[in-house]
């Protein structure tokens, strides 16, 4: 069926006990070792960190895009699994997800539960994964999980234990895994994807401001002192604020910070319906609405486009296209 390249990036399916809690100590054949192959696939390793998701930096996301690009340089290679774990697996994803530009997949998974125990899901979640990127194509950056399958556009984190933890709130079911079969059930929505960025010395400062009832501008000035070329505001609602932080986003636009708007509910588009410091305002001010995309994947589309350019103007348009996944990419399956 394929030979699938796994990328091991640690996460809890590589994960032990450490006397006082579980963190990534396992290298990608021992977390391999623990699945059976689905018939026909050949599998190779490339162990490239072991950390558990909530410390992974920008540098090492980017060193996992730059990996995934290498792998597919060889035409030998038929799919890509990244191992991953599963706090921070939606901005990866999604990061890639913007870069991927060959029809063949990329498909993520990991574990709610570490590897070794009884009632793991980590075996399952690999072999769903290996069986999605050998049998798929033309579908973008893909998650495996719970045995459904998700476009990585969209999809977040819905349980922090449960084991079925990812869905895309705002759509319907990308895709379901039984039986030895991968069924897709609609076709993914993504932009043209953006091209391979530099690798640079010191990333760029994205930070996320939420907006909360009695909420003032100070958290989103002190990100834009503290030296942020970007900021996401979570706003409420549709992705409303208040008056008071429409002045902050005014300020900082007119600083050269790339601002984007998202919302804290977990399902529906940010909409321009209110003012006095709704979401009407806070575009005006300059703010980019990211529709369905949740602060996780807004903060990853303002790095990359800050990643692209160093033009303010051209940041803004490489950010609305990362944020418009309305072009749909034909799927081959």
């Known amino acids: 069926m394929g030979r699938i ?74 799919g890509i699994v990244v191992t991953h774990g599963t706090d921070t697996l939606e901005e990866s994803a999604f990061l890639l997800d913007l870069h991927h530009h060959d029809p063949r997949p990329v ?34 950056v893909l998650i495996a999980f719970a045995g459904r399958v998700h476009a990585a556009r969209g999809t977040v984190k819905t349980q922090a234990v ?7 709130p705002s759509k319907e079911l990308f895709g ?4 030895g079969k991968v069924t897709i059930l609609r076709t993914p929505q993504r932009p043209a994807p953006l091209p391979l960025p530099a690798m640079p010395e010191l990333p760029p400062r994205v930070d996320v401001v939420v907006h ?3 909420g003032d501008p100070v958290l989103l000035n002190a990100a834009v002192e503290a030296g942020a070329r970007g900021i996401v505001l979570v706003g409420t609602g549709a992705g409303n604020a208040t008056p008071e932080i429409v002045e902050a986003v005014r300020h900082a636009v007119g600083r050269g910070i790339l601002v984007a708007l998202t919302t804290r509910v977990m399902a529906g588009p940010v909409t321009e319906i209110y003012t006095h410091g709704g979401a ?21 589309a303002v790095l990359s486009a800050l990643l692209a350019t160093d033009n303010p103007v051209e940041q803004t348009r490489v950010l609305r296209l990362a944020v418009d996944g309305a072009s749909p990419v034909l799927a081959e399956v």
């Open 5 to 78: 390249v796994v990328i091991s990036t640690g996460g809890t399916i590589a994960s032990r006990w450490q006397g006082s809690g579980f963190a990534a100590d396992a290298d990608g054949n021992e977390v391999i070792a623990t699945a059976p192959l689905p018939e026909g696939i050949t599998v190779e390793i490339v162990d490239l960190f072991s950390v558990n998701s909530p410390r992974l930096t920008t540098a090492h996301q980017l060193t996992l895009l730059r990996t995934v690009h290498e792998v597919l340089a060889d035409p030998g290679v038929d």
């Open 107 to 140: 498909v993520f998974t990991g574990s709610q539960r570490p590897m070794g125990t009884a009632d793991g899901d980590g075996p399952g979640n690999l072999y769903d994964a290996l069986l999605t990127a050998a049998n798929t194509r033309g579908l973008g």
């Open 280 to 300: 009407v305002d806070l575009v005006a001010a300059g703010a980019v609405p990211t529709g369905t995309l949740r602060a996780g994947q807004a903060r990853i």
């Open 212 to 214: 909360h009832a009695d």
């Open 176 to 179: 379901k895994i039984g039986f």
């Open 162 to 168: 449960e084991l079925d933890a990812f869905a895309d």
